[in-house]
Nanobody
Framework: QVQLVESGGGLVQAGGSLRLSCAAS????????TGWFRQAPGKEREFVAS????????YYADSVKGRFTISRDNAKKTVYLQMNSLTPEDSAVYYC????????????????WGQGTQVTVSS
């Protein structure tokens, strides 16, 4: 069993940066692939970024490539999402997710989810 808790969301001006954190508990977390997803009001949950358990492979949505960076510190059981050059279109609730198999872009493939953290980017 894995529990995930996100933090680091908030209000930021366009062009600014935020770093989200996802703290995990559970003995086997370090063997899980992890992903970040986001959901804006009235929209479906969408893929943002994901990484394999060892962070050797990282994947990004085209909309965030070059601006966002996913990383993880297995010693701390924490996954990060560094978000730079934020735009109002990045405003959403951001969710951390984990799955036992390889990295995936589909939210349906993930077994564990955090409660989400709100990111609001003002213009």
């Amino acid at each position: 069993q894995v529990q995930l808790v996100e933090s680091g969301g908030g209000l930021v001006q366009a062009g600014g940066s935020l770093r989200l954190s996802c703290a995990a508990s559970g003995r086997t977390f370090n063997s899980y692939a992890t992903g970040w997803f986001r959901q804006a009001p009235g929209k479906e949950r969408e893929f943002v970024a994901s990484t394999t358990w060892n962070a050797l492979n990282r994947y990004y949505a085209d909309s965030v490539k070059g601006r966002f960076t996913i990383s993880r510190d297995n010693a701390k059981k924490t996954v990060y999402l560094q978000m730079n050059s934020l735009t109002p279109e990045d405003s959403a609730v951001y969710y951390c997710a984990a799955r036992i198999d390889g990295s995936s872009r589909s939210p349906n493939d993930y077994n564990y989810w955090g409660q989400g953290t709100q990111v609001t980017v003002s213009s």
